[in-house]
């Protein structure tokens, strides 16, 4: 069972939103996020085990640019391997400070 954002004890609350709207997505669980509570950029660890959550991700963040340039991705996904080896981790992070919400109503359309 996916927990909601406001039952994860510390969790920054500008993270919840994005955080919600990413548990929400078949077979996503994100494992930790920071943002310097709206001071820093974003930075989220994810497992996912759904290739069409996944693809939907990758989708609603190459959409999501700058508004003064649209060569500018607000967002990237990084991929690496489980600390463990078990497997692949993801990190979503943003390449600016500010809010997720923009992103999180895009992965919830």
Known sequence: MTLRAAEIEGLDPECATLVDALNG???V??????????????????????WES???????????RADEDDSILLWQIVV???????????????NREGSGDRLALALTE
């Open 80 to 94: 690496g391997v489980r600390g463990d080896g078990s497997g692949v981790l993801f990190l979503l992070e943003s």
């Open 29 to 50: 669980r994100t494992t930790e996020s920071c943002c310097g509570h709206g001071k820093a950029p974003f930075v989220m660890f994810f497992h996912c085990d759904s």
């Open 25 to 27: 997505l078949p077979g």
């Open 54 to 64: 996944l693809q939907r991700i990758a989708a609603v963040v190459e959409d999501q």
